[in-house]
């Protein structure tokens, strides 16, 4: 998101929902993909991400509540180089990840869309929308300092812990 083309509360409303809807969907992927690999704590994490992302969907729903949204196209998101990263990124999910690096690969999400959210309420001209971007910038770095302790509770993986000795094979 390009933090210069926020111009109104509903835009950044737009754009959040968007973000957020996303994540779900990228969320909910990754936890099918850690099922297909027999992965369960990490689809697990990766679900509940996925919920929490949920929650704060309706939370931003609600605050649209009444609001006439515009539409934006998806090719005028200004994404930073086509790709949203306050996404998780396709191949950010390793078929061996432990919940030590589902949690990682989320603080990196949150970390991403609270520095977002504060350039933008650097940027606004509008006191309603830099009140409003403050609030989303507080609300990530809230549950990304969540996530850190959640993380905490996991052992740090040693080096190597993605060889595998027999890895999966495609069959076509």
């Known amino acids: 998101m390009n933090e210069s083309s926020i111009l109104s509360k509903a835009e950044l409303l737009a754009r959040t929902l968007t973000m ?3 994540t779900v969907d990228r969320y909910d992927l990754f936890a099918d993909q ?14 509940w991400l996925s919920n929490k992302q949920n929650s704060r969907t309706q939370v931003v729903q609600k605050l649209s509540e009444g609001l006439e949204l515009p539409h934006i196209s ?21 078929y061996m ?9 989320a603080i990196d999400v949150e970390q991403s869309a609270a520095n977002l959210f504060s350039e933008i ?12 971007a403050r609030g989303f ?22 080096a190597g ?3 595998d000795h027999d890895p999966p094979l495609l069959l076509e």
Not at 77 to 92: F, K, L, M, Q, R
Not at 97 to 105: I, K, V
Not at 142 to 156: G, I, T
């Open 20 to 22: 957020l809807s996303e």
């Open 34 to 47: 850690m099922d297909v690999v027999n992965n369960p704590e990490a689809a697990n994490i990766f679900r």
């Open 74 to 94: 998806p090719w005028d998101y200004d994404w930073d180089d086509a790709i949203n990263t306050e996404v998780p990124g396709h191949s950010s999910a390793h």
């Open 97 to 105: 990840m432990t919940p030590y690096h589902t949690l990682s690969l």
């Open 121 to 132: 309420e650097r940027t606004a001209q509008s006191p309603e929308t830099k009140k409003l």
């Open 137 to 158: 910038a507080r609300e990530a770095n809230e549950f990304c300092d969540y996530l850190k302790v959640k993380r905490s509770e996991h052992p740090m993986p040693e």
């Open 161 to 163: 812990w993605d060889e």
